[in-house]
């Protein structure tokens, strides 16, 4: 069973910065895909990134594309999902998610996961 927490949420104006993290203490993400998701109240789970278990591809929903960044660092078992520029309509609960497979242009389907975190707040509001 992979436990997966995620961190680094909070409440950020406008235009502002925000870092995730997913990580998990009792075993390693290295062999896993990890994708990103989100929901706000009333709307439906969004995939907002994924990245292969190498870090070598990614992809990106188009609402977020240029202003979201996923990176890992297998050595810190550690993957991130830098976010800049942030607005409004991206306030909502952020969830990683692990699969030991790439699913290319396919990866930020939720129902491809195996294992979810329990999601970090992100509030975009000046």
């Known amino acids: 069973q992979l436990q997966l927490v995620e961190s680094g949420g909070g409440l950020v104006q406008p235009g502002g910065s925000l870092r995730l993290s997913c990580a998990t203490s009792r075993s390693t993400l290295n062999y896993y895909a990890i994708g990103w998701f989100r929901q706000a109240p009333g709307k439906e789970r969004e995939g907002v990134s994924c990245?292969?278990?190498?870090?070598?591809?990614?992809n990106y929903a188009s609402s977020v594309k240029g202003r979201f960044t996923a990176a890992r660092d297998n050595a810190e078992n550690t993957v991130y999902l830098q976010m800049n520029s942030l607005k409004p309509e991206d306030t909502a609960t952020y969830y990683c998610?692990?699969?030991?497979?790439?699913?290319?242009?396919?990866?930020?389907?939720?129902?491809?996961?195996?294992?979810w975190g329990q999601g970090t707040q992100v509030t975009v509001s000046s």
């Open positions: 998610a692990a699969v030991r497979s790439w699913f290319g242009a396919m990866c930020r389907i939720g129902d491809s996961y195996t294992y």
């Open positions: 990245i292969s278990s190498s870090g070598g591809s990614t």
